[in-house]
């Protein structure tokens, strides 16, 4: 499905520009791409954590351990994730090459025609 590809290619875009708001765990990542994408792109967590992985590999971001209490009062350890200079900046070529995507896919919609009118029938 086309809509998986394109995930596949955001989920680092998307996961450096949350991180920029502030630090999150990986669960917490999953759920504010559902949530502010009103529900139209959700990441299973077993996609986010090779990408978080790499991220930090790369220097992009930093993980470092936390402590919760649960709500039956037990102590949980999260890997919180933390943006980097060099995942700011990688963050900006990102958004640089998703603009320039999604203009040149605008433009090529701009042109529509008479081929167009055939292909936009749903029926």
Request: glycine share 10%; hydrophobic share 35%; charged share 30%.
């Amino acid at each position: 499905m086309a809509t998986d590809s394109f995930k596949k290619g955001s989920v680092e875009m998307l996961t450096l520009f949350l991180l920029c708001e502030g630090d999150a765990h990986g669960y917490q990542l999953v759920q504010l791409i559902r949530e502010r994408s009103g529900g139209l792109l959700t990441v299973q967590e077993g996609s986010l954590y090779p990408v978080l992985y790499r991220l930090t590999d790369e220097g992009c971001i930093s993980a470092h351990e936390t402590f919760a209490k649960t709500k039956t009062g037990r102590t949980r350890m999260r890997i919180n994730y933390h943006i980097e200079q060099a995942g700011i900046d990688r963050l900006k070529e990102l958004r640089e090459e998703y603009e320039n995507i999604h203009l040149g896919i605008r433009n090529i919609f701009a042109g529509e025609g008479i081929v167009s009118e055939k292909c936009e029938s749903t029926d």
